[in-house]
Each structure stands twice: as structure tokens, then as C-alpha cells.
């Protein structure tokens, strides 16, 4: 069974902007802490941004004042909007769920 749902990726002009989503259906969720992680190119999987179970925050320095990591326990999803996004912001992003499990995977393209 698939344990986290990711929507939102897609294609978009450098400056652009996306939102993915995270739904997590079947898992705990509140109290929990949620990251989101992304692999580009050539480099290793690294982490992007984690929410903590009450709302604590935190940030890559690479997206610090671009990306913004929330959740809505009610609904039981987490979200990063990725704001003036760049090429180097192009690769597989991720939500990864602190009793280990991870999302397929969505493919961000930051291209013109």
C-alpha cells in the first residue's frame, strides 16, 4: 500500500513558482514530523525542508526565503510552495514521513 501521495510537480519558466502536496492517507500523521528531500542531477538525495509534529520549521539554505514547508493535520497533507524557482532547483522531490516512509516522487523542471 502506498503510505504517501505526492501531487504538484510539473514544468515551469525560472522565476516560476509550483506547489506540491503531500497527502499521507493511511499513517499516523499528526505529532509527526514531515520533510520534503530532493535529488538533482549528479547529486546526492538532500533535504529541502521539515515541518516538526507542532509546526517548527526548518530550512535548506539553498531555498531559505523561496520555499515554504506547511501541513494541515485536519486533512493530513504537507505542502511546499517553491517560489522564484531556478534550473538548479530541477530534480525529483520527495516527502519523507518520520516513522521512515518515503513518496514515489515528483518530478520538478525549472527550464525556459
Known amino acids: 500500500q502506498v503510505q504517501l501521495v505526492e501531487s504538484g510537480g510539473g514544468s515551469v519558466q525560472p522565476g516560476g513558482s509550483l506547489r506540491l502536496s503531500c497527502h499521507v492517507p493511511l499513517i499516523a500523521f499528526r505529532g509527526y514530523e514531515m520533510s520534503w528531500f530532493r535529488q538533482v542531477p549528479g547529486k546526492r538525495r538532500e533535504l529541502v525542508a521539515e515541518?516538526?509534529?507542532?509546526?517548527?520549521?526548518n530550512y535548506a539554505d539553498f531555498v531559505k526565503g523561496r520555499f515554504t514547508i506547511s501541513r494541515d493535520n485536519s486533512k493530513k497533507m504537507v505542502y511546499l510552495q517553491m517560489d522564484s524557482l531556478n534550473p538548479e532547483d530541477t530534480g525529483v522531490y520527495s516527502c519523507f514521513h518520520a516513522l521512515d516512509y518515503w513518496g514515489q516522487g515528483t518530478q520538478v523542471t525549472v527550464s525556459s
Open positions: 515541518i516538526s509534529g507542532e509546526g517548527t520549521t
